[in-house]
């Protein structure tokens, strides 16, 4: 049973059911149309047979008709009395209307009749009938031809159909087949394409694409978790040390050190979670709700919020004092999710703060339908070669991972896949200042 709900059953049951009703209608058809146009030419046959009779009947008398031979003719009187008939027209007197149908001996005829004048005055019926065993015997044999061969080319058409759909699908079993045996383990296995440029070909094409993207996406994913164990072990050992050091050396720690080391990897940790969190859920559904956002505020907000922590820890050189300017930002909407562009904004200027030596600039303006946010500062730059991989996820400069406050490098890959979400973009780019210049363009709307 389970067999006859495969493609293959399915297709060839329709197309037979399909052709045997169109054929049925069809025979039924040429059988009617057959019979209308074989009786016609019977029809016309004995109209001109009786209209020759007529004229010699009418010029010779009823006498006339005694010759006739494999036509049924009678001169019938008004009485209904035989005046004369062929000699295949013995019978009592033919029906006298002006067509019908007469059976004798299991033979079928066709009558007309029509009146005529006899030479020694007086009026009689001349009847004239033509058989139909010619035509019966044409409809008989199409019918029979027809009874026997619908169903013997529905038949044909059933096999050519299952040969055909089978083979069609047998590269599609094939595929089954290969992506069943697919594992993690062999994730460049692939399936095969066939040479024969059709949908199938297109088809394994399609398949061979989606296993590209399941694998980089698997192999993102192995990487996202290796990356994140590592950046989570350093803060937790970090930890682990220094909580060992005060249990094995109580009267040798420093509380107060102890706090500050304790209060700065969790903050460390809070950070990496909450970042990791913020991936995920960009991976999982993108933006959430959208509604019309002022971006001016956001980046307005950020400034403020940077200017308020305007001296950065610089380690062996020092703090740094930086200077956050915000005098480009002029009014831009934009639709969207306002949690994630904040983040958005508050991430491009923390970094560019991060990097930056003295100065940060923020402008936003509106460019060719899209609100146009670019963050400068007087860093080191960002080499060519790394501003794509710069946006990647744990992926930290040698800049940044030589200072403290260098960061887990989450907040640009959340920068990119937030944009992205809005369907915009973000990219780097020399600054005017010197250093690196971010730029994310977002479509208007709102």
């Known amino acids: 049973m389970r ?15 399909v052709v045997l009703a169109a054929l049925v209608v069809g025979a039924v058809g040429f059988v009617v149309v057959l019979r209308l146009v074989l009786l016609d030419g019977v029809r016309t046959s004995a109209e001109a047979g009786l209209e020759q009779v007529s004229s010699r009947v009418e010029s010779d008398g009823a006498g006339a008709v005694t010759d006739y031979e494999d036509v049924l003719v009678q001169v019938v009187g008004d009485g209904g009395s035989v005046l004369a008939h062929g000699e295949d027209a013995d019978a009592p007197a033919l029906p006298t209307a002006d067509e019908s149908r007469w059976s004798h001996d299991g033979e079928r005829w066709l009558l007309v009749a029509d009146d005529v004048d006899l030479p020694g005055g007086g009026e009689a019926t001349l009847v004239y009938g033509v058989s139909l065993e010619q035509t019966d015997t044409a409809i008989r044999t199409a019918v029979v031809l027809l009874v026997v061969g619908v169903p013997v080319l529905v038949l044909v058409l059933g096999i050519v159909t299952w040969s055909v759909t089978g083979r069609s699908l ?6 089954r087949t290969e992506v069943e045996t697919i594992r993690a383990a062999q994730p460049d296995a692939r399936v095969v394409v066939p040479d024969t440029g059709d949908e199938i070909a297109r088809l394994a094409t399609t398949m061979n694409a989606m296993l590209d993207r399941l694998d980089r996406s698997a192999a993102g994913q192995r990487q996202f978790v290796s990356d994140a164990s590592h950046e989570l072990r350093s803060p937790i050992a970090s930890l682990r040390q220094h909580a060992e050091v005060a249990v094995a050396y109580p009267d040798r720690t420093d509380v107060a050190e102890f706090s500050d080391v304790v209060r700065s990897e969790a903050v460390r940790l809070q950070d990496l979670v909450a970042g990791l969190l913020e991936l995920s859920r960009l991976d999982e559904g993108g933006a959430g709700v959208r509604r019309p956002v002022d971006l001016d505020d956001l980046a307005l907000d950020a400034v403020a919020r940077a200017r308020a922590r305007a001296r950065v820890p610089g380690g062996a050189t020092g703090d740094r004092v930086i200077r956050v300017g915000g005098s480009g930002i002029s009014a831009a909407r934009v639709l969207g999710d ?12 923390d970094n560019a703060v991060r990097h930056a030596t003295s100065r940060v600039a923020v402008a936003l303006v509106e460019q060719d339908g899209a609100a146009v946010l670019t963050v400068d500062d007087d860093g080191t730059g960002i080499p060519a070669a790394e501003r794509d991989r710069v946006f990647e996820r744990f992926v930290r400069l040698d800049e940044a991972r030589s200072r403290d406050a260098g960061g887990a490098g989450l907040g640009l890959a959340i920068v990119r896949d937030a944009v992205r979400a809005h369907g915009g973009e973000a990219t780097v780019a020399d600054s005017p200042l010197g250093g690196a210049r971010f730029v994310v363009r977002i479509a208007l709307g709102g």
């Open 3 to 17: 067999r006859f709900r495969s493609v293959r059953a399915r297709t060839t049951l329709g197309a037979g059911v």
């Open 338 to 349: 306002e949690r994630l562009l904040t983040g958005v904004v508050r991430n491009l200027v």
């Open 170 to 175: 047998r590269p599609v079993e094939r595929m």
